[in-house]
Every structure is written in structure tokens, then in C-alpha cells.
């Protein structure tokens, strides 16, 4: 499956953004999907996964409350809604595939990232 995120941007200091990811080449409707994170000079993070059905989430702690993961498989897209954000969450979000359960961290498919960039 090919990953391809967009909609990563300038944004200042509270607002919002939503993030999409959308594959082709598989439905995603078989794989758990994730997001993660890279900020300049740190290693990529956990944010968020999301399992098949859309039915269990689970989030990062540093984001709970501020951001929510969906998925539309029929649209075969992934989204990721980021609310009150902060200078620390700029970062190159990537969405991620695996065949498994939501609770592991190794994911088989990567996409492009997305930058987010948010001003002080």
C-alpha cells in the first residue's frame, strides 16, 4: 500500500489543522493505521493509531485531548485532526500502515510526511 500525507502548514500558535493521508494500491481497510512525528533534530514519535473498524484509538499523551485520528475506508483516507496547537508540535507528520494490532509500534508501510510548522 502507498502512503501519501498532505495538508501540513503554517499555522500560529492555537489553531488547527486537519492532516490527511490517503493510500492506493490496497484498501486500508486491512491495516491498522498510525501517525507519527519528527521534529528537527529528535527522533520520530507516536502519535496516534486508529484499528480497522475506527472502534479503538489510542494517542500519545503529549497530544491527548488536542488531537483525533478517523479513518474513512471507503474513501481509503486517513485523517488527523490537530486542535490547540503548540510551537512543539511542529514537526513532519507521516501516516503509517501495519498489519496487526494497534498496540505494537512497527509499522510496515510509510508515507511521505507532511510538514506542520507552528509560530509562536
Known amino acids: 500500500v502507498q502512503l501519501q500525507a498532505s495538508g501540513g502548514g503554517l499555522v500560529q500558535s492555537g489553531g488547527s489543522l486537519r492532516l490527511s493521508c490517503a493510500a492506493s494500491?490496497?484498501?486500508?481497510?486491512?491495516?491498522?493505521m498510525g501517525w507519527f512525528r519528527q521534529a528537527t533534530g529528535k527522533d520520530r514519535e507516536f502519535v496516534t493509531a486508529?484499528?480497522?473498524?475506527?472502534?479503538?484509538?489510542r494517542y500519545a499523551e503529549s497530544v491527548k485531548g488536542r488531537f483525533t485520528i478517523s479513518r474513512d475506508n471507503a474513501k481509503n483516507t486517513v485523517y488527523l485532526q490537530i486542535n490547540s496547537l503548540k510551537p512543539e508540535d511542529t514537526a513532519i507528520y507521516y501516516c503509517?500502515?501495519?498489519?496487526?494490532?494497534?498496540?505494537?509500534?512497527?509499522?510496515?508501510?510509510w508515507g511521505q510526511g507532511t510538514l506542520v510548522t507552528v509560530s509562536s
Open positions: 494500491g490496497r484498501t486500508i481497510s486491512s491495516y491498522t
Open positions: 486508529i484499528s480497522l473498524r475506527g472502534d479503538t484509538t
Open positions: 503509517a500502515a501495519r498489519s496487526g494490532s494497534i498496540w505494537s509500534a512497527q509499522y510496515d508501510y
